[in-house]
Nanobody, 123 residues
Framework: QVHLVESGGGLVQPGGSLRLSCAAT????????MAWVRQAPGKEREFVAA????????YYADSVLGRFTVSRDNAKNTVYLQMNSLEPEDTAVYFC????????????????WGQGTLVTVSS
């Protein structure tokens, strides 16, 4: 069974950048689509970004389009989320998740989740 561990969260000022990492152990994630989902206090969970197994296709929520970039290094069994121009509204716990197959980019089909990493955007 795959085990996902997120890292890279922390406190950053508005306008700043962070890069989140999601390292997988137990199984390879190289043949699966992967996603980032966030949960802000008092708000619904938001499907933020995702990419297919080969990175050829990606998805971004409108709220992060143009500011966030999802990528992966299959050799390292790791997925990344580069977050630029961060806003206070980006404050949330960010979760990494594995999809049911290599091409499905939809929150409904996420099967395995990490424990999350907290991102706080504040001055």
């Amino acid at each position: 069974q795959v085990h996902l561990v997120e890292s890279g969260g922390g406190l950053v000022q508005p306008g700043g950048s962070l890069r989140l990492s999601c390292a997988a152990t137990g199984e390879t994630i190289s043949t699966y689509a992967m996603a980032w989902v966030r949960q802000a206090p008092g708000k619904e969970r938001e499907f933020v970004a995702a990419l297919t197994w080969d990175g050829a296709n990606t998805y971004y929520a409108d709220s992060v389009l143009g500011r966030f970039t999802v990528s992966r290094d299959n050799a390292k069994n790791t997925v990344y989320l580069q977050m630029n121009s961060l806003e206070p509204e980006d404050t949330a716990v960010y979760f990494c998740a594995r999809s049911k197959d290599g091409g499905t980019l939809h929150e409904r089909y996420l099967e395995y989740w990490g424990q999350g990493t907290l991102v706080t955007v504040s001055s």
